[in-house]
């Protein structure tokens, strides 16, 4: 079978003194962390758009990376992409993959030719999977790129439109189950607006909450009995998009009745855009029982896009693994690279070093994390934080059994308020610092 990328060998964990560059220094797949291997932990999938697909262009320029893989047909560049990305997986030892439709598959002029392109890549995937011991983490439908999407898709003021998502989307959940996939991704890409002067955003939220519910109907129907997420985001390409973060995606699923089916994923990048930290977002998943799983990526602090790196932070991997630990770690869901290397970053061998900086920073998140939570004081000292509410008024109030006559009562026999206790901020970073760094 034809190798694609000859200069990338099978990646080994060599430790962290290692000086080979194509080598995980911190990823070790059956090391056992917290009672579980690492790869279970961690589990790590690719995204088929950014690795297979993507080619560097950007608003100014064209593309600095060749992703046919010498296909000469439409066809032919999806199933070379297909045999490319299980080479990868097999050398960068990724148990898992997911995609968008049109990742896979070229687009048809007729949505029937699109679905039959689909079937037939799906059959190789189906057979790559069983070859390589692969698995699909999720599948999800691109509808936001194609020019009838213009005004969103779900959320659309046309109505041909709506239709022709909610057949996309019922053929990509179709390929998923097939595929054996335990998540099923709603991205709103374009579920949103530029202007309230042209929209009616209650008809466009009603629609796109029934758009999800007969689509996760029809899922669980056809036998899907993973998740479906919503991953959110709150602006590009829209100007505003409905699924802005966790906590407005919480109220949604809410408010239409679809918290029973839907959970969140939640991409390190979006959470920057939206003004929060990628903690905050996943422990808003985590109290409101909605974590489901990951993209795992990092903005630049100092641009106001979607920059999709491979993440690196080390404070920022830590304190993620520490919420995933915390919430029990993964079922479905898993920590998919959301991510592509710079478009001057462009040649094969890139790839290889951008996913093992991600894993490698993962792996070392987990690790620090684990340290953390044996190292116990951050729990303890939020625990004894909030002791008030153990005993007394405050165990009343806990118990939902204080009335606000009592409060009151209390509170007059207080006198004034003269010692509160310390935050101590600077304190508990510091022992984040001295667990990262010994
Ligand atoms: C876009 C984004 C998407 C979703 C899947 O910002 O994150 O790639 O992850 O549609
Ligand atoms: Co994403």
Redesign the pocket.
Same mark, same amino acid.
């Given at each position: 079978m034809k190798e694609f990328f000859p200069m990338i060998p099978k990646i080994r964990y060599e430790g962290s003194s290692a000086k080979n560059g194509l080598a995980f220094r911190y990823y070790n797949p059956d090391e056992v962390i917290a009672g579980k291997p690492m790869r279970d932990h961690l589990k790590f999938a690719l995204s088929y758009?950014h690795t297979l697909c993507a080619d560097g262009t950007d608003m100014f320029g064209r593309g600095t990376m060749d992703k046919n893989f010498s296909g000469k047909t439409p066809m032919e560049i999806y199933e070379n992409r297909a045999y490319a990305a299980f080479e990868l997986l097999d050398k960068l030892n990724i148990d898992y993959f997911c995609f /968008?439709d049109r990742d896979i598959a070229p687009e048809g002029s007729t949505l029937a030719e699109s679905n039959g392109n689909l079937d037939k890549i799906a059959e190789l995937l189906e057979k790559l999977m069983k070859e390589h011991g692969k698995k699909l983490l999720w599948g999800?439908a691109n509808c936001f790129n194609q020019p009838r999407y213009m005004h969103g898709a779900g959320t659309s003021p046309n109505a041909d439109v709506f239709a022709f998502a909610a057949a996309q989307i019922k053929k990509a959940i179709e390929i998923t189950v097939k595929l054996g996939g335990k998540g099923y991704?709603f991205?709103g890409?374009r579920e949103g607006y530029e202007t309230l002067l042209n929209t009616d955003m209650m008809l466009e939220q009603d629609n796109m909450a029934y758009l999800m519910r007969i689509a996760a109907d029809y899922g669980r129907s056809i036998g899907f009995d993973g998740d479906f997420y919503v991953?959110p985001?709150p602006k590009e390409p829209t100007k505003h998009q409905y699924d802005f973060d966790a906590a407005t995606v919480a109220g949604f699923l809410r408010k239409y009745g679809l918290d029973n089916d839907f959970k969140l994923n939640i991409?390190a990048n /979006?959470a920057t855009l939206a003004g929060h930290t990628f903690q905050h977002e996943l422990e808003i998943a985590r109290i409101n029982g909605l974590f489901g799983s990951i993209?795992a990526n990092q903005g630049d602090l100092l641009l106001g896009w979607?920059t999709d790196q491979f993440p690196t932070n080390i404070y920022d991997t830590t304190l993620c693994m520490f919420e995933v630990l915390r919430a029990g770690g993964f079922t479905n869901g898993g920590l998919n690279f959301?991510a592509k290397a710079r478009r001057g970053s462009y040649t094969p061998e890139d790839i290889a070093y951008s996913y093992i900086a991600g894993m490698d920073s993962f792996a070392l998140g987990l690790k620090i994390a684990d340290r953390l939570i044996s190292d116990g004081r951050l729990d303890e000292f939020v625990r004894e934080r909030y002791s008030s509410y153990k005993s007394g008024i405050g165990a009343k109030i806990v118990s939902k059994t204080a009335t606000i006559e009592e409060l009151e009562k209390h509170a007059l026999s207080l006198g004034e308020i003269t010692t509160n206790t310390s935050g101590r901020q600077e304190y508990l970073e510091s022992i984040v610092n001295s667990v990262i760094f010994g």
């Open positions: 758009w /968008h999800t991704v991205w890409g991953e985001k991409e /979006h993209d979607d959301d």
